[in-house]
């Protein structure tokens, strides 16, 4: 019988870690990563105290968005493996105790996908209706249809001289967006769902998933004056997304996901990639909880490591997600800046953030590499093989193109300003494995796809595991001390007030277990300085800390160094 003690579903109280295939480990010696070579690291995984892997997507493709572009929604890319090694790989997973969930790109597919090349190759195809196409603006016909932008900018409508229309994608010309208004294509993406769920899969993180829908009557979106979403609205770069992202069909979309979902025992979940404001991320869950499991919030990608903002987040994301509904922790991914190099390369910083990301209330995604401290590795734009960022480069047919060193200095600015590449290829680059050329990713002498950062040398697993207080040690403290304490993965959330301490953040978590309520205290100190805290618990015992060895209670006091997070439990 179920008790009242274990009635969270798996996937509330789990951690998650994202591999990016291409770059976790290569077994085969073509400098590219593949499926065994993540199976040869699996005991690593499981031993760092990770339960749940997000693979982005393996499937067969042309490989210009590097996977994000699908040719074969139901066929590995040769380079990564094949279905028998996908289904070693899962067996394996499960086989340590641990859950595997795939990216799935459900909004667009690659161009060279056979449906897409059926589908532009007249207008009276079978599969023309599979992707959303539309005469130009009359009269003449020779303007886009709206004017939608893309969210990698500019409008989104591309011209085919052959069938003179315009074809709609969200994101790049090579993703043409799906027409989810044909019942076929709809059936068609559920179904692929439901392989790779009987496959054992156990559940799913979605690509875009705001981006499914747009208006039926294609009527142009809002200009606003605002560059960026306001706290409660999306809006992008002077524009309004009204009738190209969020629309009430993708969110009720997300119901029929999750009952697709919910066919399968045991528990499936799914994590959506959407942008915005809390309440509209909030939406995608359902009013009664009945739509994503998780979505999330990339508010924390660029928080910065200041008590007074750490407490407004925490608080703001606590509120908006009140149980049932349960918030993420993402601080990094694939497309985004390394967290190290936002917080200036310090590893006492990280480590703190690795206490806040790991106490906090709410799942936690751990992108491949963040437990040893890489970093972002600072490479030309001219070389990119990034596709976002040729875009603007080298850009198709249509668009003006901005010379490489405009771009540059704009790539310069933005990473000064607010931390960010346009390259993604500088967060990309190879895991560190150990210090032999190539840092282990792949044989000595091959080439990898991508250069290793130079710090790997001190920046590796293999080091890094001798270390006690090394980032990665650290990692594996909290991972294994979440893990086992209900009071942190499951408890509720309560912010405390740190009186004149201001540096200081603090919250309690509390849950019922076997013995009577579980409670946790977690003290993290955002200051150079250290710091004594009264400790509020009766028989309290340190849990964890980021120190490797931290100072015993002292009567009534906690003592922390500077930038460290500590956690008392009773
Ligand atoms: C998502 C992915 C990104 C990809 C894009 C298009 O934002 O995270 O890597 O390029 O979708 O699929
Ligand atoms: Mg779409």
């Not at 996908?113 to 016909?141: A, L």
């Not at 076929?184 to 559920?190: A, D, G, R, Y």
């Not at 596709?387 to 310069?412: D, E, M, S």
Request: a negative charge; one cysteine or more.
């Amino acid at each position: 019988m179920a008790s009242e003690l274990d009635q969270d579903p798996w996937w509330k109280r789990t951690t998650v870690y994202q591999i990016y295939p291409r770059s976790f480990c290569d077994s085969d010696g073509d400098g590219i990563g593949d499926l065994e070579g993540i199976i040869s690291k699996l005991d690593y995984l499981d031993d760092l105290g990770v339960e749940t892997l997000w693979l982005s997507p393996p499937y067969k493709s042309p490989q210009k968005d590097f996977g994000y572009d699908i040719s074969d929604y139901r066929d590995i890319a040769p380079e990564y493996g094949s279905l028998a090694t996908m289904d070693k790989l899962i067996e394996e997973v499960h086989d340590r105790e641990m859950k595997i969930v795939l990216d799935m790109v459900l909004n667009h597919t690659s161009d060279q996908h056979p449906w897409f090349i059926e589908s532009k190759s007249s207008k009276y195809n079978d599969r023309r209706d599979w992707y959303i196409w539309r005469d130009g603006k009359k009269p003449g016909g020779k303007k886009p249809p709206t004017n939608w932008n893309a969210v990698t900018s500019g409008n989104g409508w591309h011209y085919d001289p052959a069938t003179d229309q315009w074809f709609w994608s969200q994101f790049l010309a090579i993703q043409p967006d799906l027409n989810y208004r044909n019942p076929e294509v709809k059936k068609e993406m559920l179904d692929v769902c439901r392989f790779w769920l009987d496959k054992g899969v156990d559940g799913f993180r979605l690509d875009m998933i705001s981006s499914i829908y747009e208006d039926v009557q294609f009527r142009d979106n809002p200009s606003t004056w605002r560059l960026l979403p306001s706290k409660t609205e999306n809006a992008m770069l002077f524009q309004k997304p009204l009738h190209t992202l969020d629309h009430p069909d993708t969110l009720a979309f997300m119901q029929e996901l999750r009952s697709v979902l919910d066919e399968y025992q045991p528990a499936r979940f799914m994590v959506g990639e959407v942008s915005g404001p809390l309440p509209v991320l909030k939406n995608y869950l359902g009013d009664k909880a009945e739509g994503l499991n998780l979505v999330f919030i990339f508010q924390a990608l660029g928080l910065k490591l200041e008590s007074g903002r750490v407490r407004r987040f925490l608080k703001d994301v606590d509120e908006t997600f009140p149980d049932p509904f349960m918030p993420t922790l993402v601080f990094s991914n694939h497309d985004r800046m390394r967290r190290i190099s936002r917080l200036g390369g310090s590893i006492e910083k990280a480590k703190l953030n690795v206490a806040l990301q790991l106490t906090a209330r709410g799942v936690p995604f751990i992108y491949q590499g963040e437990e040893i401290g890489m970093e972002q590795h600072k490479l030309p734009l001219k070389d990119t093989l990034d596709v976002t960022p040729k875009k603007f480069i080298k850009p198709p047919a249509g668009y003006g193109r901005v010379p490489v060193w405009l771009a540059q200095g704009i790539n310069n600015i933005a990473r000064a300003v607010i931390g960010e590449s346009i390259n993604r290829d500088e967060c990309r680059t190879p895991m560190q494995w150990d210090t032999t050329p190539n840092a282990g990713f792949c044989p000595p002498g091959v080439k990898p796809w991508l250069p290793v950062t130079p710090s790997y040398e001190e920046r590796n697993v293999a080091v890094e595991s001798t270390q006690p207080d090394s980032l990665l040690s650290c990692y594996q403290r909290f991972l294994h001390a979440r893990e086992v304490s209900p009071a942190l993965n499951s408890g509720t959330f309560e912010l405390l007030d740190p009186g004149n301490a201001k540096q200081l953040v603090m919250y309690a978590r509390r849950a019922p277990t076997e013995e009577g309520l579980q409670e946790t205290i977690t003290i993290l100190n955002f200051s150079d300085k250290p710091a004594k805290v009264l400790n509020m618990l009766d028989d309290a015992r340190v849990l964890v800390s980021t120190r490797a060895s931290y100072e015993p209670l002292r009567g009534n006091l906690i003592l922390l160094a500077p930038w460290e997070g500590i956690v008392v439990s009773k």
